[in-house]
Nanobody
Framework: QVQLVESGGGLVQAGGSLRLSCAAS????????MGWFRQAPGKEREFVAG????????YYADSVKGRFTISRDNAKNTVYLQMNRLKSEDTAVYYC???????????????????WGQGTQVTVSS
């Protein structure tokens, strides 16, 4: 069983930045595609960004494109989400997730992911 632990959330003013981290247990992290999702109060969980296991393919939701960057360090079993120019509408619980597909790709649908972390709260004040 793979475990994911997110960190780096917090309270930030609009226009500020945060970097989220997601540490994964296990020795097969480098073979997993990874994703970040978020869920705001009263809303459904939505895709934010995805990265293929090689790191060569990334994909972003339109709402964060140009502001957020997903990256990974396979030596550290960690995936990151750098969030810049934050807006109040970015306020949500952010989750990382694993897609065990053997295909090197970045996926955007919730049901394509197999394991989830517990989430980290990001609050952006206006």
């Amino acid at each position: 069983q793979v475990q994911l632990v997110e960190s780096g959330g917090g309270l930030v003013q609009a226009g500020g930045s945060l970097r989220l981290s997601c540490a994964a247990s296990g020795r097969t992290f480098r073979s997993y595609n990874m994703g970040w999702f978020r869920q705001a109060p009263g809303k459904e969980r939505e895709f934010v960004a995805g990265i293929s296991w090689s790191g060569g393919i990334t994909y972003y939701a339109d709402s964060v494109k140009g502001r957020f960057t997903i990256s990974r360090d396979n030596a550290k079993n960690t995936v990151y989400l750098q969030m810049n120019r934050l807006k109040s509408e970015d306020t949500a619980v952010y989750y990382c997730a694993i897609d065990r597909s053997a295909i090197d790709r970045a996926r955007s649908k919730i049901d394509e992911y197999d394991y989830w972390g517990q989430g980290t709260q990001v609050t952006v004040s206006s």
